[in-house]
Each structure stands twice: as structure tokens, then as C-alpha cells.
């Protein structure tokens, strides 16, 4: 009897619990720890990315008619979250993500929000819910909007009217002939530019087929591809390294992500600064290359590596990041069934999902490190496209041979001096072999945290960065062991699942359409599926799909073409053997977390 009294008071201390979780649902717990001054400081504040100029975005028209470009619904049209006028942050009224800079003039630019803010609409009782999900994966198309965004300055340069009403609206009072032919060429310049970066030109670093605004659709990008090209091709000048970015992976959430010893989906990165720096070059901020890389470099009295990445405000952000939590599930639990399924979770053999992920304690200090979990994509199935790319990406310029281009000034660093000859030392997994995508034996990867680590260097006393703080950021790009065994990079990072709920589509490709299909043996899941749309689905925990062939407003996920596969995550430790009941109650049960 005592035995059954004190089961009934654990169960009914686990309920309490759970109906704790569900009823958190106030504005100031929507708001997942930030106030709504945190929340519109994050949706606007510059990283140093340099778009446009301001001025051209006021005054652009869209392609085939007058109306301006920066209208809401053009924005809408690419799922970028509309936003209210506010003096303090947003006083232009710019949606979610976007921003003004105001280094070297005025510039549009794109914030961490534009990828890492979500939003989801929840139906209840005849009526429909707009939830903003902070810090959760974004459902815009990137590159359908720097698409449109180049086909209006294509429009305004190939039509005189266009042209001229542009003209009078940047000019103003400095309007005539010569100014007009100095706004034309850089207009040009920067539609060659945009026509590139939007992969719309073939032969072009980021030109893939399909192309990528229909490769990548809603809700993904191939962030590490697109900014390798961005630093390598476009702004070094190194065009023969460009590689199609053909592994598009869904946008990670943010919380608890200041905790993580490994950041990126690879987990090829362990330096939040290192990260954000690489991260600002790759979404348009301008950095001064060195000679003899001089493709984008027109003052040559700036010092190389000179860069418009906002350190201080990329410190602030990731500060507020760390208060970030996971938003709580926005509608009913059933206890019973969300009981069932901690223990199945707990418990069930078939179930081993806390073998590689976590749940974070939300009452754990917010200093502490989380370890997370490497699995090899030998191991875990999934699809290899952007491990691979990642790890064998190669360039022909070698570390040794930049080094030999910097001037005495530059080799004078002994930081950084000592940051590219360590770099000298990293080579090539070898299970690379035929994998590389180009010519050169040099990782791509080695290149890119040069120019980081360039950047870090040359700013860090405008960026109040001290010696220690520096090496600390070489120390995390540059290993002082080199790569000698297959790299850890062949594998994905299993993440907390705190929140998961709020991250579909799932896997690290998008390639799953919602949580249920992922606890569903691999051969059951949907193979094609539209994405785009913000109507949620609660039964299944992602949002709705339409019918997989026709997409209205949407964009259709393809998993039979490389890089979307949907294979992987399956059989045996998975949860994919449950009986359907089962699957419901564990589905219930991570709705709570």
C-alpha cells in the first residue's frame, strides 16, 4: 500500500510539472526572456552588413512597376516578418532582419534576425494566432529576395524613365550629368554583384541547377558555401576557388546556443567571435583584402583587413543571445499522454535519443558549457552533402603563399604571423580523395579563417580586443595540433531539444517535414514536400506541407536530388519501431520541452 502511495504522489508531482511547462504562456514568457526592447534592439541592430545603399532601397522601384521595392509586401513575399516604425530602432519601419548601417555612408544591410527569427500561425476555436518564435529558424527565401533584389536594379538600369525618377530620388540637389553617369556605374557594379551572389549567373561562383533561389527554397541556405565564395571569390579575387553552394541546411535556433562548445551544424567551429566575424563577411559586410587579392579593394591607403563588421555590437548580441530560452508549446498538453512519453523517453530501449541529445536545464547556470554530441554521418545515415563539402572543400592558394604576399607591416604581427604558419599545417582528411570539387590541396576552410583571423588583428585595438582575447580567437580557428586523422568535420552535431518542437522542418537539411515523419522509419517520409508556409500543424509538429506537388507561395522540397536527402535518423535507437500509439505519446512529451 505504502508502494502505491508514494508511485501516486511521484505521478502526481510529474503532472504538476508538466502542467507547469504548459501554462507558461504569458506575453513576458512568449518573449522567451527578452524584453521588447531586447527583442527590436535584435531584429535591427547592424553587424556591419552592407547590402545597398541606403538610399538606393528608399528609392528603388520593383522590376515591372512603379511602386517601391521597399513595400512590405515584397518583403512578405519572401517570408521576411513585417515590423512597426520604432524611433529608437526602426525608425524607416524596416522589416524583421534588416537594418541600417552607417559605416562609410548608409547602408541596407541584414541582421542575425533575418535567418534566426520565426513565427508560427496556430488555429484555435475558429481563429488564428501569429506566435514569434525569437531566436527560432527563419522561413525566408534569401536568395529569391537577392533574385528580385538584382532584378530591380537590373530593371532601373535598363529602362530611362526608371532610371531617371532613381536618379532624381538619390541625387536631390547634386543631380546632373556627371553624377548621373557615377550613380550609373555604381548601380552596374553593384547589379554584376547581386546577379552573382543571387547564383543567376553561369560560370559564377554561386550559380547551381537548379538555381539556388528554387535549389534552397523557403526556410534554408548553404550559409557555408555562399559566405566561402562571398570572402574567397568576390571579395579576394580568388575565383577559380568559388564552388557551386549546393548543400542548403535549415536555419538553427539560438537558444542556448552561447552555451555550445560547437557551433555550425558540422560543429566546425568553437569560437562564438571567430563564428560571428566569418558570419558578418559571408551576409555583406566589406573587409579591405591585401595585396595582391585587390579585386574589391578601391582606396589602397586603407589597411588591409580593415573591415565594417561591428565587433562591439556582435559582443552585445551575443550576450543577449545567452538570455535567450526556448519558446513554451502555445496550446494545450495532454498530461497523461506527455507522462507516457517521458518515460518511453527514459526508458524505452527502442528510444535512445539522450544518447547524443540533451535537454538543457533551464535552471542551470547560464555559464555553463554545453558538450554536444558529434555523430558521423556513417553512423547516423543522414545525408553527407554538407559535411563533405565542408571538410573537403579545397583552394589553389596555399597558406605558405599568402604569406608571402603580405608586406613587412602585415608579417610584423607575430599573432598573426603565427596564425597562418599554423594554419600552413592543416591538410585534408583522407576521406577527401575525389571529393574536393576543384584543383588545390589547400582546405578551403584554412582560408577563410585567415582572413578572420586578419580581420581580428587589424581592428582589435578599434574593437578594444586585448592580446589574450586575440589569441584566444587564433587559438579556436587554428588548433596547435594539425589534422592528421579523419576529421571530426564528417559528422553533424546532435543538438539539445529544448524547443524542438518550434524548428521544423527537421534534420540538418530541412529534408523532414515534421516531427512525427522523423520518428517514422525513412522509407515512409514524404518525399516531396512544399515548405514556405507559417500554419501550423500541432498533431504532427511542423507546419503544413500542402500536397507535395503543386506550391502556391511555397517552394517544393525534393528529396531525391544531392543534398536533400531524407534517409538517415532511422531503424533501431531511433524511435522510428514505435507502434503509433507510442509515437503520439512521445510526440506529446516533447512538445513540453
Excluded at 557551433?263 to 569560437?271: D, I, R, T
Excluded at 527502442?350 to 555553463?368: D, F, G, P, Q
Excluded at 534517409?567 to 516533447?590: I, K, V
Amino acid at each position: 500500500m505504502r508502494k502505491i502511495v508514494t508511485l501516486s504522489a511521484l505521478l502526481v508531482v510529474s503532472a504538476l510539472f508538466l502542467f507547469d511547462r504548459v501554462t507558461r504562456t504569458n506575453e513576458d514568457q512568449r518573449r522567451q526572456g527578452w524584453s521588447e526592447k531586447d527583442r527590436q534592439w535584435f531584429y535591427h541592430v547592424t553587424q556591419g552588413s552592407q547590402l545597398i545603399p541606403y538610399q538606393w532601397f528608399l528609392a528603388l522601384e520593383q522590376p515591372d512597376n512603379t511602386r517601391p521595392f521597399r513595400a512590405n509586401d515584397v518583403f512578405e513575399r519572401f517570408q521576411y516578418i513585417p515590423d512597426l516604425v520604432n524611433p529608437a530602432d526602426n525608425p524607416d519601419g524596416l522589416s524583421i532582419g534588416f537594418s541600417k548601417d552607417s559605416q562609410d555612408g548608409e547602408w541596407l544591410g541584414m541582421t542575425c534576425a533575418a535567418c534566426h527569427t520565426g513565427e508560427i500561425e496556430v488555429e484555435s476555436h475558429g481563429r488564428t494566432s501569429k506566435i514569434r518564435i525569437d531566436g527560432g529558424p527563419a522561413m525566408n527565401n534569401l536568395m529569391g529576395f537577392l533574385q528580385f533584389l538584382f532584378r530591380s536594379l537590373d530593371a532601373t538600369l535598363k529602362d530611362d524613365a526608371k532610371f531617371a525618377r532613381f536618379a532624381t530620388a538619390v541625387l536631390g540637389a547634386r543631380h546632373n550629368t556627371y553624377a548621373e553617369e557615377i550613380l550609373r556605374a555604381g548601380l552596374e557594379k553593384r547589379a554584376g554583384f547581386l546577379e552573382r551572389q543571387a547564383g543567376l549567373k553561369p560560370g559564377s561562383g554561386n550559380f547551381t541547377t537548379p538555381p539556388p533561389a528554387i535549389l534552397y527554397g523557403f526556410g534554408r541556405a548553404d550559409a557555408i558555401g555562399l559566405l566561402t565564395n562571398q570572402i574567397l571569390g568576390v571579395k579576394m579575387g580568388l575565383r577559380q576557388d568559388e564552388r557551386p553552394p549546393d548543400a542548403p541546411v535549415s536555419y538553427p535556433s539560438l537558444w542556448y546556443v552561447a552555451r555550445f562548445d560547437k557551433l555550425q551544424w558540422n560543429g566546425s567551429v568553437g569560437h562564438s567571435t571567430g563564428r560571428n566575424i566569418v558570419e558578418a563577411l559571408g551576409v555583406f559586410a566589406h573587409f579591405v583584402p591585401p595585396a595582391p587579392y585587390e579585386s574589391d579593394r578601391t582606396n589602397t591607403l586603407v589597411a588591409p583587413f580593415t573591415s565594417s563588421v561591428n565587433m562591439r555590437n556582435l559582443r552585445s548580441l551575443w550576450s543577449l543571445i545567452a538570455q535567450l530560452r526556448p519558446p513554451v508549446w502555445p496550446a494545450e498538453i495532454n498530461r497523461e499522454k506527455a507522462l507516457r512519453g517521458k518515460d518511453i523517453y527514459d526508458k524505452n530501449e527502442r528510444v535512445k535519443c539522450k544518447e547524443c541529445h540533451s535537454i538543457v536545464s533551464t535552471s542551470a547556470n547560464s555559464e555553463l558549457q554545453w558538450e554536444g554530441e558529434l555523430v558521423q554521418v556513417r553512423s547516423v545515415g543522414t545525408d553527407e552533402r554538407m559535411a563533405t563539402n565542408a571538410e573537403c572543400r579545397t583552394a589553389t592558394t596555399n597558406a605558405e603563399a599568402f604569406l608571402a604576399t603580405l608586406d613587412s607591416s602585415e608579417k610584423g604581427d607575430s599573432m598573426f604571423h603565427q596564425a597562418v604558419a599554423q594554419a600552413a599545417k592543416e591538410i585534408l582528411a583522407p576521406e577527401c580523395a575525389g571529393k574536393t570539387g576543384g584543383e588545390g590541396t589547400t582546405p578551403a576552410r584554412v582560408l577563410v579563417r585567415i582572413v578572420g583571423t586578419g580581420v581580428v588583428v587589424a581592428q582589435s585595438s578599434a574593437w578594444d580586443l586585448t592580446r589574450v582575447m586575440v589569441q584566444g580567437i587564433i587559438d579556436h580557428f587554428f588548433p596547435s595540433q594539425p589534422q592528421e586523422t579523419p576529421s571530426k568535420l564528417s559528422a553533424y552535431k546532435a543538438g539539445p531539444l529544448n524547443g524542438v518542437w518550434a524548428t521544423a522542418p527537421f534534420l540538418h537539411n530541412g529534408s523532414v517535414a515534421n516531427l512525427k515523419e522523423l520518428l517514422l522509419p525513412q522509407e515512409r517520409r514524404k518525399k516531396t514536400f512544399c515548405v514556405g508556409s507559417r500554419k501550423f500543424d500541432s498533431n504532427n509538429v511542423g507546419f503544413a506541407t500542402g500536397d507535395g506537388r503543386y506550391c502556391v507561395g511555397a517552394s517544393l522540397l525534393d528529396t531525391t536530388l544531392p543534398g536533400n536527402s531524407n534517409h538517415g535518423h532511422s531503424g533501431q535507437d531511433y524511435g522510428t519501431d514505435l507502434n503509433e500509439e507510442e509515437r503520439q505519446d512521445l510526440l506529446e512529451y516533447l512538445k513540453t520541452l
